[in-house]
């Protein structure tokens, strides 16, 4: 029973994995952030709420391809600031780190 189970749970994390997309670089996922630009917004018609609706709308793909790239980095930077307060005094800092 057990190695059938552990069978399962192999195969079904193999099949998920089939769909993945290869790794990409970090200069890569910076080009596809910078070219996903935004539409043009006409300042002329911030009143009309149906332009807005309408501009709000044409976003939402932007935002959609944006965000996980957004919150991958904030993921990040939280990490990276939790290690740096786990290691605070610790000796281990490079050149220029200033520990005020």
Not at 28 to 40: D, V
Not at 73 to 82: E, G, I, K, S, Y
């Amino acid at each position: 029973m057990k190695a059938c189970i552990s069978f399962s749970v192999v195969a079904l994390l193999w099949t998920n994995t089939l769909g993945a997309n290869p790794p990409r670089s970090a200069a890569r996922i910076l080009e596809e952030f910078e070219a996903a630009k935004s539409p043009p917004f006409d300042l002329e018609k911030r009143e009309d709420t149906e332009y807005v609706r309408k501009y709000l709308e044409a976003r939402k793909p932007l935002e959609a391809a944006k965000q996980p790239v957004v919150y991958k980095v904030m993921m990040l930077r939280d990490r990276f600031a939790q290690d740096v307060k786990a290691h605070d005094g610790c000796g281990e800092a490079g050149p220029g780190v200033d520990r005020d």
